[in-house]
């Protein structure tokens, strides 16, 4: 039974992951970012309260959920309950 809830969540989780990845923009800011250099702006200094740094929070706990139900699903600890 166990398994079979670890199995559900990985497949959501994996789902979400892909999902918060597609959505971000893209880190490179091409020949323009770096002829004009990094400016520390009102943009940068809250990126964690912007979409940017939801999505960034989102794809870093989904990753990390998705690494340990992979370890958890691949060891088998839950084959046998």
Do not use: C, H, P
Not at 39 to 47: A, G, H, L, M, P
Not at 55 to 74: C, D, P, Q, W, Y
């Amino acid at each position: 039974m166990l398994y079979m809830i670890a199995t559900i969540v990985i497949t959501i989780v994996s789902i979400i992951l892909i999902i918060a990845i597609v959505v971000q923009q893209s880190k490179s800011s091409g020949l323009s970012g770096s002829l004009s250099g990094g400016s520390d702006t009102y943009w940068s200094r809250n990126r964690g309260r912007s979409k940017e740094g939801k999505l960034e929070r989102i794809t870093l706990i989904a990753g990390i959920v998705f690494m340990v139900l992979a370890v958890i699903l691949n060891i088998g600890l839950f084959k046998n309950m």
